[in-house]
């Protein structure tokens, strides 16, 4: 499906120049001369390349559908990570770099969702927020207000995130994946 330039969001896969590329950010730019155009950061989805790239209104790029399908995380071999099909029962293993900073919150029987292009996995879906337990939180700095300071905590799986003031180490919170963000206590 060709779309114009302008029409170009965050998290449309397109394919430019024989490629399919993955768009992170975008930045509608109206210059005083000349037309506007969109300022568009995207992701190589095949070889992990970035590029910034203008679209005016004008250009047209053949937006991609890609095939979902349920998988489950088993385990991880050396820097693969093998996942199986929740369908067929398949296993199929994958670099751990396709998941970027995310694959430090797998877990064993996650559930996540593959992108296929053209049979071939191109992109793994974490869900948005997992629970995690913290094993390390700083003291709170006395003479700190309240409503607006945060402090750094260690989650189990080595990541930082930085949390209010009231909660401890052993508290079990929810998580943001992609955004590394506390979100709340879990219930």
Do not use: C
Not at 68 to 76: E, H, N
Not at 112 to 127: D, G, M, N, R, T
């Amino acid at each position: 499906m060709k779309i114009s330039g302008v029409d170009i969001r965050p998290g449309n896969i397109i394919e430019y120049e024989g490629g399919i590329w993955k768009v992170a950010k975008i930045q509608h730019t109206q210059p005083g001369k000349g037309g506007a155009y969109m300022q568009v950061e995207m992701k190589n989805l095949q070889d992990g390349r970035k590029t910034n790239v203008r679209f005016r209104s004008a250009d047209t790029v053949e937006r991609v559908r890609l095939d979902t399908k349920d998988f489950q995380y088993l385990y991880a071999e050396d820097d693969m990570l093998v996942f199986m099909d929740t369908e067929t029962f398949e296993q199929i293993m994958l670099p751990a770099d396709l998941l970027g900073d995310a694959a430090a919150f797998l877990e064993d029987g996650m559930q996540v969702l593959l992108e296929l292009w053209e049979e071939k996995p191109i992109s793994v879906q974490l869900p948005e927020q997992v629970e995690a337990n913290i094993v390390e939180a700083d003291a709170v700095v006395k003479g700190q207000t309240a409503s607006s300071s945060y402090k750094p905590a260690v989650l189990e799986n080595g990541v930082r995130v930085m949390v209010p003031p009231h909660i401890e180490s052993g508290t079990r919170i929810v998580v943001d994946v992609y955004e590394r963000t506390y979100v709340g206590k879990a219930s």
